[in-house]
């Protein structure tokens, strides 16, 4: 990239679809890595896919926050208006060194429960909520 970023990718495996990524930042300044794999769950007017992997971020300090993809659910994939695409479920994000760990959360689409708009999220700090 312009910036000096080098990105690498490669689809290691085709079933089930495997993906690596590596991405290293100008002058050493991060590094993030990441795999993923997907597996399809077909329903009559649309798709949902549970995604697999782990995705991770060193900065020069080595410092590093891991955290997991979230799923992602088609709609209207055959009939019924446009195709919408939305992710759901929750992110964990992790920070070892620093004693920091989060989420968030986007609503699981079931309106009666969690809207497919509703987020929440909390940071903590040894253990300790700072932020929610």
């Not at 955290?67 to 479920?89: E, Y």
Request: glycine residues 10%.
């Amino acid at each position: 990239m312009e910036d000096g970023t080098e990105i690498m990718l490669e689809q290691v495996c085709h079933h089930p679809p495997i993906s690596f990524m590596l991405l290293e930042g100008p002058q050493g300044l991060y590094r993030y890595s990441s795999f993923s794999s997907f597996s399809p769950k077909a329903h009559l007017n649309s798709i949902d896919l549970n995604v697999k992997g782990q995705k991770e971020v060193v900065f020069r300090d080595g410092t590093k926050i891991a955290f997991n993809p979230p799923p992602d659910s088609f709609k209207n994939t055959l009939w019924g208006g446009a195709l919408v695409h939305q992710i759901t479920g929750r992110v964990d994000f992790v920070d070892e060194k620093n004693g920091i760990t989060a989420f968030y959360e986007i609503g699981n689409g079931d309106v009666k429960s969690n809207p497919k708009d509703y987020l929440k999220g909390a940071i903590q700090i040894n253990g300790k909520p700072v932020s929610q």
